[in-house]
């Protein structure tokens, strides 16, 4: 019985933990535009800022993944609470753009802690059936934080809370889960499968786990671009920024939590192909519609971006089985990278973008959204090399029959 508990608490621990990150995400999206005035920053600069973000979590999970059996969760999930308290008190002291490029580096870095030992965790918790559902569960609290992390920024922005007030509240979930973690006995990692480093790296240098890699960067930056910008790029458009990031991630997260029939009945490539389509569009109506509509575009967004991930990981599983939780790991990694790398381009982008439509007369609010908008519609071109790839995807795989089971993720 007291072993039920335990599972227990640390599952719930490990809730919090994935709250923690869907709020520095969500919350960090909110108040993007409160610090670029707050430090003068141009677009190009907080790009440089999300970069760093993004750049810390594949580094820590990949580390992890490494070193998981060897250090087990419990150290982990240690390294990611110090990561998580000195990023996010040393952001809310920031006094310079140094320092909030460093602070979100270390966000980054307990994000991909959590990944890196909260996942293998569960599984090593439960079995069956059982850890398919606990496993779903878990990452039901990454878009579902996302929502409770987007209203409560847009509360605090509406009754004029500045930005160090908001990223305070993302210390509550991150002391939440340090304190039912804290004495309790984990779980001893289980060795699972019986490959070798030298297999796993073999698997991953076949076609289709590199081709695989190559769609993930683009996956992930069509689904994290326009969320990390929305409130920079829409706050003018007559719609709620933090509004449409709600209602994307909620869509996001009871699409994903019933997502088994839909996979069952499109196929994994299916999945991607119709997603790439529906992401397409969704992108190009947030660069050309306001007000009411920009929340139909959302819909269309959320749609299309809802299985990206979890199908690009559980397709590594499936697809080439023998690359191992490394191939995964490096999978979700080079998702987070490219987000990375793609940060400061996107901010490049607007400040361009700025600089040509105010060539032409526009000032003030209508500037930024005509500027902002042609920004979203460069963004098109992710899912739209998506659709081409995933049409090939499609007609190659079609005659292949995957082997093992998806694995869940978020």
């Keep these: 019985m007291n072993e039920n508990v335990n599972k227990s608490v640390l599952f719930n621990g490990s809730c919090f933990a994935l709250i923690t990150t869907a709020f520095t995400f969500s919350i960090r999206a909110g108040i993007l535009q409160q610090v670029g005035e707050s430090f003068g920053l141009s ?4 790009g440089f800022i999300n970069l760093m973000f993004f750049l810390g979590f594949p580094i820590s999970m990949i580390l992890g993944g490494l070193l998981y059996y060897k250090i087990g969760p419990k150290l982990i999930m240690q ?3 110090v990561m998580h308290t000195i990023g996010i008190l040393t952001t809310i002291y920031a006094s310079s753009y140094t320092i909030l490029l460093i602070s979100t580096l270390f966000i980054g870095f307990g994000n991909g802690c959590t990944e890196a030992a909260c996942n293998p965790m569960i599984a090593d918790m439960y079995s069956g059936d059982k850890m398919s559902k606990m496993l779903n569960r878990f990452h039901m609290w990454f878009p579902g934080g996302i929502v409770i992390g987007s209203l409560i920024s847009k509360y605090m922005t509406d009754h004029n809370m500045g930005w160090q007030a908001q990223m305070w509240v993302t210390m509550i979930p991150t002391i939440v889960y340090a304190i039912l973690f804290f004495g309790k006995t984990f779980p001893q990692p289980k060795v699972q499968g019986s490959t070798s480093l030298a297999e796993n790296l073999k698997a991953m240098a076949t076609p289709t ?3 695989l890699f190559v769609c993930m960067s683009l996956t992930a930056i069509s689904e994290f671009g326009p969320q990390q910008w929305v409130g920079f790029i829409l706050s003018k458009s007559g719609a709620s920024p933090m509004l449409i990031l709600a209602l994307v991630t909620g ?5 994903r939590f019933f997502g088994g029939p839909v996979t069952h009945t499109l196929g994994q490539t299916g999945v991607l192909l119709m997603g790439s389509i529906f992401a397409a569009i969704g992108i190009y109506l947030f660069s050309t519609v306001t007000g009411t509509m920009a929340y139909v575009a959302a819909i269309f967004f959320a749609i299309g971006v809802c299985f990206f991930w979890p199908t690009m990981v559980g397709s590594v599983a499936q697809r080439v089985p023998l690359s191992g939780a490394l191939g995964m790991s490096i999978i979700g990694g080079v998702g987070m990278f490219s987000t990375a790398i793609w940060q400061p381009i ?3 982008w607007i400040d361009k973008d700025k600089a040509v439509v105010a060539a032409t007369g526009l000032t003030g609010d209508q500037l930024d959204l005509v500027a902002g908008q042609a920004t979203l519609a ?3 071109a992710f899912p739209g090399i998506l659709i081409v790839l995933f049409v090939i995807f499609f007609f190659w795989q079609k005659k292949v029959r995957p082997a093992g089971t998806a694995v869940a993720a978020h």
């Excluded at 677009?43 to 907080?46: D, S």
């Excluded at 869509?251 to 699409?255: H, I, K, R, S, W």
């Design 346 to 348: 996107i901010g490049g």
């Design 43 to 46: 677009a190009e600069q907080l």
């Design 378 to 380: 460069k963004m098109v």
């Design 209 to 211: 786990y590199i081709f």
């Design 79 to 81: 390294i990611a609470f």
């Design 251 to 255: 869509l996001m997260a009871v699409g």
